[in-house]
C-alpha cells in the first residue's frame, strides 16, 4: 500500500537554526499538507498546498515557516529560524483530487527538537 | 470557537469490553468527519469517515461511528475490544470544501490484556 515518507525521523537544531523537513506524498496525490502536534496537545493545521502554491495557512504558518514542492516527488516545511517552542512532531499529509479529496493519508511524522 | 471536543483523555478498558470514544464538534454547514488511530510509534492511520448518506459508518477493524447532527457527534464504538486496539484515537473535521482539517485532543486508549 503507497505511503507518506518522511525524513527525518528525528531532528535536532540549535535554536536560531534554519530546517528543512522533507516529504514524500503518495505519488498520484496533488493536495498537501502540513500539521504540528506539540507535546501533550491536539494536531494542529498548518498549511495545505495545491497546484505549486499555498491554498490554505493557518495562524501558526506565520513568516518563519514556508512550503516547497522543488521537484516531482518532494514536499518540504522550512522553518527559517527556529524557536524553542517549534519543537514538536510534524506530520505531513496528502490526499488525491476528487470525492476523495478529503481523505488525507498522513506520514509518521518527524519530531523536531530545538534546544 | 468552532473546535473538535473529545471527551475522555485516557480509557482504560479489559479485553473484550465494549468502546465508546465521544466526538463533538462545533461548525455549522456540512463537515466531512474522520476518525484516525495511531498506534504507538506508527503515522496516523484512518479508521472511517462520513460524508454523506447512512449516518451509521463501519471501519476497518470492526469500528463503527454514528454521526448524530442534531448533536454534532460522531462517536466512535467497538463492541469488543482487543489488546492490540491500544493506541491513540483522534476525531476530525473537516469543513466541506475546505482543507483545513481540525483535530480533538486525541483518546489514549489502554486495553489491559
Known amino acids: 500500500e503507497p505511503e507518506v515518507t518522511q525524513t527525518p525521523s528525528h531532528q535536532v537544531t540549535q535554536m536560531g537554526q534554519e530546517v528543512i523537513l522533507r516529504c514524500v506524498p503518495i505519488?498520484?496525490?496533488?493536495?498537501f499538507y502540513w500539521y504540528r502536534q506539540i507535546l501533550g496537545q491536539k494536531v494542529e493545521f498548518l498549511v495545505s498546498?495545491?497546484?505549486?502554491?499555498?491554498?490554505?495557512k493557518s495562524e501558526i504558518f506565520d513568516d518563519q515557516f514556508s512550503v516547497e514542492r522543488p521537484d516531482g516527488s518532494n514536499f518540504t516545511l522550512k522553518i527559517r529560524s527556529t524557536k524553542l517552542e517549534d519543537s514538536a512532531m510534524y506530520f505531513c499529509?496528502?490526499?488525491?483530487?476528487?470525492?476523495?479529496?478529503?481523505?488525507?493519508?498522513f506520514g509518521a511524522g518527524t519530531r523536531l527538537s530545538v534546544l | 470557537a468552532q473546535s473538535v471536543s473529545q471527551h475522555n483523555h485516557h480509557v482504560i478498558l479489559s479485553e473484550a469490553a465494549s468502546l465508546e470514544l465521544g466526538c463533538n464538534y462545533s461548525?455549522?454547514?456540512?463537515?466531512?468527519l474522520f476518525w484516525y488511530v495511531q498506534y504507538p510509534g506508527q503515522h496516523l492511520q484512518l479508521l472511517l469517515k462520513?460524508?454523506?448518506?447512512?449516518?451509521l459508518v463501519k471501519g476497518i477493524k470492526g469500528f463503527e461511528a454514528e454521526f448524530i447532527k442534531s448533536k454534532f457527534s460522531f462517536n466512535l464504538r467497538k463492541p469488543s475490544v482487543q489488546w492490540s486496539d491500544t493506541a491513540e484515537y483522534f476525531c476530525?473535521?473537516?469543513?466541506?470544501?475546505?482543507?483545513?482539517?481540525?483535530f480533538g485532543a486525541g483518546t489514549r486508549l489502554t486495553v489491559k490484556p
Open positions: 476530525a473535521v473537516i469543513l466541506y470544501n475546505n482543507n483545513d482539517m481540525r
Open positions: 498546498f495545491y497546484n505549486n502554491e499555498i491554498s490554505e
Open positions: 505519488s498520484n496525490h496533488l493536495y
Open positions: 499529509a496528502s490526499s488525491p483530487i476528487g470525492l476523495a479529496k478529503n481523505i488525507q493519508y
Open positions: 462520513y460524508f454523506s448518506g447512512d449516518p
Open positions: 461548525y455549522g454547514g456540512t463537515v466531512n
